[in-house]
């Protein structure tokens, strides 16, 4: 079951959110730390493995290791310098470019299976879809795959997708969360594409 409601007020992992995700100070951020507490709490105390693709400095990592205690973060990007100062207790990290995944691509092939993936790289619905259907392969069943920061412009795409995704017998939707205020501007991006592996 998806949750489809996005709680305003702030949760436990608000307060561990030191990138984007969370909007904690009335920032331009996103606000996904309120809804992923909702998405990721049932689960938390047995999560095992997190995958995210696009880590800028690694905050991200860092909040998802202090708030899955069992579990090891699995992060990679395309800036070696990011992949570097992510890295820590809990924290693998790899360096590659997620154009370059396709089917039975090696640089997955070594890691586990995943318990929540998220992608958090390119923004563009043709590269997200695509390393979606290269890796999608190393989600758990009853993992949590998840597509942030959907562009306005390409809801339509991602509509499609998620149809053809429900055919196949996943769960998914797409959440829309509140629109950003950036610089007194209602920036709608702030959409995430939720599947659930069967």
Known sequence: M?????PKAASPLCALSHGDKGN???TARHNYTTYYHELFAPRRERVEAV???GIFMGNSLR???DYFPNATIYGAD????ACASASGPRIVTRCFDERDVVPGSPLLADWPLF???IDDAIHAHADNVKFFYSARHKLKPGG???IEDLRYEELDLFRATLDGVRAEGWAAEIIYG???MVFGESIPDNSLMVMVRP
């Open 24 to 26: 904690v100070h009335g």
């Open 78 to 81: 395309i800036d070696a310098a």
């Open 51 to 53: 995958f995210e693709l």
């Open 115 to 117: 318990d929540i993936m």
């Open 178 to 180: 509140y629109d950003r």
């Open 144 to 146: 949590i795959y998840v």
């Open 63 to 65: 909040m998802w290791r």
């Open 2 to 6: 998806i949750p489809m409601n996005w």
